[in-house]
């Protein structure tokens, strides 16, 4: 089974980044995918791109999710991407 590669774009203090990782939670669905949450203030390239976008959650490295998660819209992308994968 393939798992879909969740990534949290998110930095420290950012509360709409807790409410997405909540939402992701939310989904019932971890056992379709990894989670990574890489701070944005780790790389200055990531801070100038998502300066003022954060959270951004990618799934398998394209970008499905900015400012908010819906937890049936993630499900439904994260198993989505099993088909495909």
Do not use: W
Request: charged share 30%; net charge negative; proline share 4%.
């Amino acid at each position: 089974m393939h798992k879909a590669h969740v990534i949290i774009y998110s930095r420290p203090g950012c509360h709409l980044c807790d409410e997405a990782k909540a939402a992701i939670e939310s989904s019932n669905c971890s056992a379709h995918y990894t989670l990574e949450e890489v701070n944005i203030e780790s790389d200055d390239e990531l801070l100038k791109k998502y300066k003022f976008d954060i959270p951004v959650i990618t799934i398998d490295g394209l970008e499905a999710f900015k400012h908010r998660v819906d937890p049936k819209q993630f499900k439904s992308r994260v198993t989505q991407n099993e088909v495909r994968g």
